[in-house]
């Protein structure tokens, strides 16, 4: 069983502070993903990497970054935390193939992220 | 520019009955189509999926049909069961472009006893 897991399940951060959102898979998959889920907008894609040290930007990068050093690892932050972040923030992999019915996303539980 | 749409946001579908849920897609060049399911406090879970060279993929309770030329899928859930009650995403991907998914905005589906 693909296992994801996030480092948090709730988080209350301030105004300014820098976030680290962590995430860690166990099945050697090679790509990772970060969403974020708010009520009417669905899931919304931050970053993805298809490697390690390697990101791509996916719909709203703005205000965050990612960090991918180990391939089980994948890494989201937010530098200098603002109240418009505030949401669920999913983690996902997937094996890396060419899109397949074997190369299905596989989320981890979500962060709920509070900005005060 | 929301590529992938699901216009209910809710559903309320009684025990046994069907559950029909709906998705639109305005991206021309997506090519393989996904449904997920989200439990409140879970991460979504995949449920079916169907490439654009078919028009029909059944798992069990579950079927998805595609027409591609209104651009529309559905997923149809038969009989519906108090478990199912969820929220359901539509995603979609262009193959080309390595696993990435856009997703739609998601139906809440309420299966009464």
């Known amino acids: 069983d693909v296992k994801v897991t996030q480092s948090s399940r709730y988080l209350v951060k301030r105004t300014g502070e820098k976030v680290f959102l962590e995430c860690v898979q166990d099945?050697?998959?090679?790509?990772m993903f970060w969403y974020r889920q708010d009520p009417g907008l669905g899931l919304r894609l931050i970053y993805f990497?298809?490697?390690?040290?390697?990101?791509e930007k996916g719909d709203i990068p703005e205000g965050y970054s990612v960090s991918r050093e180990k391939k089980e690892r994948f890494s989201l932050i937010l530098e200098s935390a603002s109240t418009n972040q505030t949401s669920m923030y999913l983690c996902?992999?997937?094996?890396?193939?060419?899109?397949?019915?074997?190369?299905?996303?596989?989320f981890g539980p979500g962060t709920r992220l509070t900005v005060l | 520019d929301q590529q992938v749409k699901q216009n209910s946001p809710s559903l309320s579908v009684q025990e046994g009955r069907i559950s029909i849920l709906n998705c639109d897609y305005t991206n021309s060049m997506f090519d393989y189509f996904l449904w997920y399911k989200k439990y409140p406090a879970e991460g979504p879970t995949f449920l079916i999926s169907i490439s654009s060279i078919k028009d029909k993929n059944e798992d069990g309770r579950f079927t998805v049909f595609l027409n591609k030329s209104a651009k529309h899928l559905s997923l149809h859930i038969v009989p519906s069961q108090p478990g199912d009650s969820a929220v359901y995403f539509c995603a979609a991907s262009n193959t080309g472009t390595a696993s990435k998914l856009t997703f739609g905005t998601g139906t809440r589906l309420q299966v009464t006893l």
């Open positions: 996902a992999s997937s094996l890396g193939a060419r899109m397949s019915a074997s190369d299905t996303q596989y």
């Open positions: 990497s298809y490697d390690v040290k390697m990101k």
């Open positions: 099945m050697d998959h090679e790509n």
